[in-house]
Nanobody
Framework: QVQLVESGGGLVQPGGSLRLSCTAT????????VAWYRQAPGKQRELVAT???????NYPDSVAGRFTISRDNAKNTVYLQMNSLKPEDTAVYYC?????WGQGTLVTVSA
């Protein structure tokens, strides 16, 4: 059974940066599209970034220009670099591939 493990969340001030990591227990990121989602309290889970096996990326307008998704195939890890963070970015962030979800990592943006 493949597992996804996220890390890197925490408390950051508005305007700050964080880098989230998602590591798979098997070498699957080279094959499949990987996505980061987030879910804020009382809201639906929303997509924030995708990266294909070929390296193409996509972002919604809400994070475009601030978030960057990348992949290190040798480490079976996908990253989400988040810059210029805003309070509305506060959420639990999840890594997703195929039908798999990680446990989530909490990002809190607050002064």
């Amino acid at each position: 059974q493949v597992q996804l493990v996220e890390s890197g969340g925490g408390l950051v001030q508005p305007g700050g940066s964080l880098r989230l990591s998602c590591t798979a227990t098997r070498r699957i990121f080279v094959i499949y599209e990987v996505a980061w989602y987030r879910q804020a309290p009382g809201k639906q889970r929303e997509l924030v970034a995708t990266i294909t096996s070929g390296g193409s990326t996509n972002y919604p307008d809400s994070v475009a220009g601030r978030f960057t998704i990348s992949r290190d195939n040798a480490k079976n890890t996908v990253y989400l670099q988040m810059n210029s963070l805003k309070p509305e970015d506060t959420a639990v962030y999840y890594c997703h591939v195929l039908t798999l979800w990680g446990q989530g990592t909490l990002v809190t943006v607050s002064a």
